[in-house]
C-alpha cells in the first residue's frame, strides 16, 4: 500500500540504481546492451528490490524509460540472486523470463502478464525445484503456443501463426510449490490434470474458473488451508466438497473465499443458512469467510428486535447472523460486500468488508484491489460519496489505499474514473493540514498518470479538478514539464469539453505565474504561446469572451514577464492582430483589456521588440488607452507602461507621422496625473529591474516619472513587499541620482525623495532592537 513513512536508505539507493543503471551498476556493451560490472556481486535482498521497484516504475512513472535487457542482468546466479520477485503486465515478456532461468526462485507472482506464452511454461520448469509460491493470475496466454499451420513459404505469409492452446502440461516435478493462483485461467485448461502432481499445496485460488467437478481439491484435504473460489459457479456438491477439506478444519490460519460478483453474470447458487452452517460446522478453525455478492435465499439473521438490543458486539453467541453464534471465536475478517449481512448491528469478525460505513467500505477496497478491480471501482465510488457528503475520518489510510489502486489499474478506466473523483473530495482543504508532502506529491503522480492514460473526459475533469487543490505551481514544481505537456494537449484536442477547458487554462496560468525565466522559457517552447493564442483565436471566432478568453491573456501576460523569447514569439504567431481584434470585439470587457495590456507592457520591456510595436496603429491605440478608467488605473497605467519604454527609445526611433510623440507625451503626462497614488493594485511584481532602467536616464521624463510614481504607489500601499524589494535591488542609489540630474522634472524628483522616505521608515520600523 502507498506508504506516508520517509523512505528507507534501500529504497532510496533502489530508485536511483535504477534510474542511472549505466553510472552505478552497469555499463552498455555496443551501445544498446547492459551488462553489469564483473566486480559486483548482488544478494537476494537486493536483486529482488531491484527487479520489482523496475516493474513499479515502468508501470507508474512515464518519465522512467526501461531497458529491453534489463532482465539479462540477472541472468547469472554467480553475480546476481534473485528469490521473491513479482511481474506484472505488458513489462514482462517471453524472453525476459527466460533470460532468469537459472535462478532459484522461491516466490514468483505474474499478473495480468499477457503477453507471456507457452514458451514461459517450460522457463517455468526451470524453477521447478525451488518454487513455493506461483501466481498465474490473469495471464491469458500463458497457455497457448504459436503454430505454424501450413509449414510452406507462400501460406506463412498468408497466414504465419495461429495459437494452439497447450493441454499437456502439468506441474510434474514442482515438488515444493505450496501456495498456487490461477485466476481467470483460460477456458480449455484441464485444472485436474494440471494440479494432479502437486503432493502437498496450501493455498489455491481458481478465480474466475468454472468447474462442474472439484472432487480432486479432497486429494489435499489434508493440507489446503487456504481456498479461494471467487466468481465460480457453485452447486451443492461444490459445498460437500468443501466441507470435506480437513484441513480447513484444523489448520491454525484458514481462510475460505466463495465470493462473487453479483453484477457480471447470472449465478444459480444461493447462499443458504444450511450452508453457513454446514461451514460452521465443518470448519471449526476458520479465521477468514468471504461471501460478498452472495443473494441470501431465505433470512440468516436473528429477529429484528433481538438485533438491535445492546451495545455492538463482535461475539459469536450475540451475532445478528444466526449461523455464526456457532463460531468458536470472532472471524478474522468477513466479506460481505455487496450483501444484505453487512448492515446488521452484530457481526462477529474483526475486520468486515461491506457498504455499510467507511470502516468497511475500507476493508473491502483494501481486500480487492489486486485482483479485483470491478469490485474495488464499486468499492472506491462508495468512498467517495463519504467523502463529498460526510467527512473521511480514516483519511490517511483512504488516501493510501485509493493511490494504491489508481497505480495497480493504471489502464482501468472504471478505477480511474471513480479513484480520481475520490481525490478531489480526500485532497480538498478541509484534510489538507492532515497531509504529508510526500503523500500530496502520491496523489498529483497518479493524477498525471490518469491524464496521461486517458483522454476520457470524466478522468480529465477529475483530474484537472483534483490538481486545483494544490499549492501551485510550488506542489507542482516537482513535476512541472510533465504537467504543462498534459495540459497543452488537453488544450489541443480538436473537440473540447468547455468545462475540462476552462479549468485547464486556469491551471495553465496558475503554473506560469510567479516561476522562474527558465520555466517559462521551456514551457513557451512546448507550444504554450501557440496554444493560448490559438483558444483565443477560436473564441474570437464565436464571439465569445468569457474565463477562457480571460485565462489565456493572463497566462500569455504571465509567461511573456521578463522572458524574451516568449514575447517574441506572442509577435510572430500574429499576437498583435488578436491584441487589436479583442479591443475592437470587447470594448467593455475591463479584466481583458487589462491582461493584454500588462502583456503588451512585457513585450515593450524587450528592446529588441519595440520597432515592430511602433505603428500609428498600435501607438494610436496605447495612447487612446490612456484615458481608459477600466479596472481602476490598470489599463491606462499598462498602457501608459507600454509607451513608456517606447519613449526610451529616444525621438530617432520614433518613426511615424502620426500620431506625433510631443502629443503622446501630454498625453501620457495628463494620465500619470490623474490617478490616486493610492490605488490598490491587481499586480504582482517579481522584480523591479524594467522599471529601474528607465530611471537612470534624461531623454524621456515622462518614462522616469511614470517609473517613479510606479515605485512611489507600491512602497506606500504595499510596503511590507515591495521596500524590501527595491533596497534588495538598488532602487535607493538609482533614485538619489535621478534626483541630481537637470533633465528630471521637479514634481518626479519630489516622489522620488518620498519613495526613498518610505523605505526609511520601513526599515527603522523593522529593525532587530533585540538583544
Not at 481525490?423 to 489538507?432: A, G, Q
Not at 473526459?457 to 499549492?471: A, G
Not at 535607493?732 to 526613498?756: F, G, H, N, Y
Request: charged share 25%; with cysteine; aromatic share 8%.
Amino acid at each position: 500500500m502507498a506508504s506516508d513513512s520517509p523512505e528507507s536508505l534501500m529504497t532510496l539507493c533502489t530508485d536511483f540504481c535504477l534510474r542511472n543503471l549505466e553510472g552505478t551498476l552497469c555499463y552498455l556493451l555496443d551501445n544498446e546492451t547492459l551488462r553489469l560490472h564483473p566486480d559486483i556481486f548482488l544478494p537476494s535482498e537486493i536483486c529482488d528490490k531491484l527487479v520489482n521497484e523496475y516493474v513499479e516504475l515502468v508501470k507508474t512513472d512515464s518519465i522512467f524509460e526501461p531497458h529491453e535487457s534489463f532482465f539479462t542482468l540477472f541472468s547469472d546466479p554467480r553475480s546476481t540472486r534473485l528469490a521473491r520477485i513479482h511481474l506484472r503486465e505488458q513489462i514482462v515478456q517471453d524472453q525476459d523470463l527466460e533470460a532468469i532461468r537459472k535462478q532459484d526462485l522461491v516466490e514468483l507472482y505474474l499478473t495480468n502478464c499477457e503477453k507471456l506464452t507457452a514458451k514461459s511454461l517450460q522457463t517455468l520448469v526451470s524453477f521447478s525445484h525451488t518454487l513455493i509460491s506461483l501466481s498465474l493470475f490473469g495471464c491469458c496466454n500463458i497457455f497457448y503456443e504459436e503454430e505454424n499451420p501450413g509449414g510452406c513459404e507462400d501460406d506463412c505469409l498468408v497466414n504465419p501463426t495461429r495459437q494452439v492452446l497447450v493441454k499437456d502440461f502439468t506441474f510434474e516435478g514442482f515438488s515444493r510449490l505450496r501456495f498456487l493462483n490461477l485466476g481467470r485461467l483460460i477456458e480449455g485448461v484441464n485444472v485436474e490434470t494440471l494440479l494432479r502432481p502437486l503432493a502437498s499445496l496450501a493455498a489455491l485460488d481458481l478465480s474466475g474458473i468454472q468447474l462442474n467437478d472439484v472432487g480432486f481439491l479432497t486429494q489435499w484435504k489434508d493440507s489446503l488451508v487456504s481456498l479461494v473460489l471467487y466468481n465460480m459457479d457453485l452447486s451443492e456438491e461444490h459445498i460437500q466438497v468443501i466441507a470435506q477439506l480437513h484441513k480447513l478444519r484444523s489448520g491454525p490460519h484458514l481462510h475460505l473465499d466463495i465470493s462473487r460478483d453479483h453484477l457480471s453474470s447470472y449465478y444459480k447458487f444461493k447462499l443458504t443458512r444450511r450452508v453457513l452452517n454446514l461451514f460452521v460446522e465443518n470448519l471449526l478453525n476458520l479465521t477468514s469467510l468471504d461471501i460478498s455478492g452472495h443473494t441470501m435465499l431465505e433470512n440468516c439473521t436473528i429477529p429484528s428486535m433481538e438485533e438491535k438490543m445492546g451495545q455492538t458486539s463482535i461475539e459469536p453467541a450475540k451475532s445478528s447472523i444466526a449461523p455464526f453464534r456457532g463460531l468458536k471465536r470472532p472471524l478474522q475478517f468477513l466479506g460481505l460486500f455487496e450483501t444484505s449481512l453487512c448492515r446488521l448491528t452484530h457481526i462477529p469478525a474483526y475486520k468486515v468488508s461491506g457498504d455499510k460505513n467507511e470502516e468497511q467500505v475500507l476493508n473491502a477496497i483494501e481486500a480487492y484491489t489486486e485482483h479485483r478491480p470491478e469490485i474495488t471501482s464499486r468499492a472506491i465510488n462508495l468512498l467517495f460519496d463519504i467523502a463529498r457528503i460526510e467527512r473521511c475520518s480514516q483519511l490517511l489510510r483512504a488516501l493510501q489505499l485509493v493511490i494504491t489502486a489508481l497505480k495497480c489499474h493504471k489502464d482501468d478506466k472504471n478505477i480511474q474514473v471513480t479513484g480520481s473523483a475520490a481525490l478531489f473530495y480526500l485532497t480538498n482543504s478541509e484534510y489538507r493540514m492532515e497531509q504529508s508532502v510526500k503523500l500530496r506529491r502520491q496523489v498529483i503522480q497518479v493524477v498525471l498518470n490518469g491524464m496521461e492514460s486517458y483522454q476520457e473526459v470524466t478522468v480529465q475533469r477529475n483530474c484537472c479538478l483534483t490538481l486545483c487543490n494544490f499549492s501551485i505551481p510550488e506542489e507542482l514544481e516537482f513535476q512541472y514539464r510533465r504537467v504543462n505537456e498534459l495540459l497543452l494537449n488537453i488544450l489541443n484536442q480538436s473537440r473540447q469539453d468547455e468545462s475540462i477547458q476552462r479549468i485547464a487554462v486556469h491551471l495553465c496560468n496558475a503554473l506560469v505565474c510567479q516561476v522562474d525565466n527558465d520555466h517559462k522559457e521551456a514551457v513557451g517552447k512546448m507550444g504554450f504561446v501557440m496554444t493560448m493564442l490559438k483558444l483565443i483565436q477560436k473564441k474570437l471566432a464565436d464571439k465569445t469572451c468569457d474565463q477562457v478568453m480571460e485565462f489565456s491573456w493572463s497566462a500569455l501576460w504571465n509567461i511573456t514577464d521578463e522572458t524574451p523569447d516568449n514575447c517574441e514569439m506572442f509577435l510572430n504567431y500574429s499576437g498583435m492582430k488578436l491584441f487589436l481584434e479583442c479591443l475592437k470585439e470587447f470594448p467593455e470587457k475591463q479584466e481583458l483589456h487589462r491582461n493584454m495590456l500588462g502583456l503588451l507592457g512585457n513585450v515593450a520591456e524587450v528592446k529588441e521588440l519595440r520597432p515592430q510595436l511602433m505603428t500609428s496603429q498600435f501607438i494610436s491605440v496605447f495612447s487612446n488607452l490612456l484615458e481608459s478608467k477600466a479596472d481602476g488605473i490598470e489599463v491606462s497605467y499598462n498602457a501608459c507602461g507600454v509607451l513608456s519604454h517606447i519613449m526610451f527609445d529616444g525621438p530617432e526611433a520614433w518613426g511615424i507621422c502620426e500620431p506625433h510623440r510631443e502629443e503622446v507625451v501630454k498625453r501620457m503626462w495628463a494620465a500619470i496625473q490623474s490617478w490616486d497614488i493610492n490605488s490598490r493594485r491587481n499586480i504582482n511584481y517579481r522584480s523591479f529591474e524594467p522599471i529601474l532602467r528607465l530611471l537612470p536616464q534624461g531623454i524621456s521624463p515622462v518614462s522616469q516619472h511614470w517609473a517613479t510614481w510606479a515605485l512611489y504607489n507600491l512602497v506606500s500601499v504595499y510596503p511590507d513587499k515591495y521596500c524590501p524589494l527595491l533596497i534588495k535591488e538598488g532602487g535607493i542609489p538609482l533614485l538619489k541620482d535621478m534626483i541630481k540630474m537637470a533633465s528630471a522634472r521637479q514634481e518626479t524628483k519630489e516622489m522620488a525623495w518620498k519613495v526613498i522616505e518610505h523605505c526609511s521608515n520601513f526599515k527603522e520600523e523593522n529593525m532587530d532592537t533585540s538583544r
